[in-house]
């Protein structure tokens, strides 16, 4: 097993910026893949990014590209999501996820989650 807690949400306002943190335990080396979903209220969980240590390899969502930046440190098992030019839109749950898969797949553990709100 893999546990996951992720830290760093809060309010802010729209055009700032705010760091999530998502640190992994246990067993962290079936954690070949961490990722970052959200999920806004009244709609469905959604992909952000996604980092695959070996490599590494990140994948943006659209919505997100050139805004957020999603990086690690193999060596803390911590993984990241820097969010500048923030939007109401992203306002937001966000999970941290991790995959035992590197190359597809369901994701096998999940945090608990983090409140992002951004007020325009």
């Known amino acids: 097993q893999v546990q996951l807690v992720e830290s760093g949400g809060g309010l802010v306002q729209a055009g700032g910026s705010l760091r999530l943190s998502c640190a992994a335990s246990?067993?962290?080396?079936?954690?070949?893949?961490m990722a970052w979903f959200r999920q806004a209220p009244g709609k469905e969980r959604e992909f952000v990014a996604s980092?695959?240590?070996?490599?590494?390899?990140?994948i943006y969502a659209d919505s997100v590209k050139g805004r957020f930046t999603i990086s690690g440190d193999n060596a803390k098992n911590t993984v990241y999501l820097q969010m500048n030019s923030l939007k109401p839109e992203d306002t937001a749950v966000y999970y941290c996820a991790a995959r035992r898969s590197t190359y597809a797949g369901k994701y096998d553990f999940w945090g608990q989650g983090t409140q992002v709100t951004v007020s325009s």
């Open positions: 980092i695959r240590w070996s490599g590494p390899v990140t």
């Open positions: 246990g067993r962290t080396s079936s954690a070949n893949v």
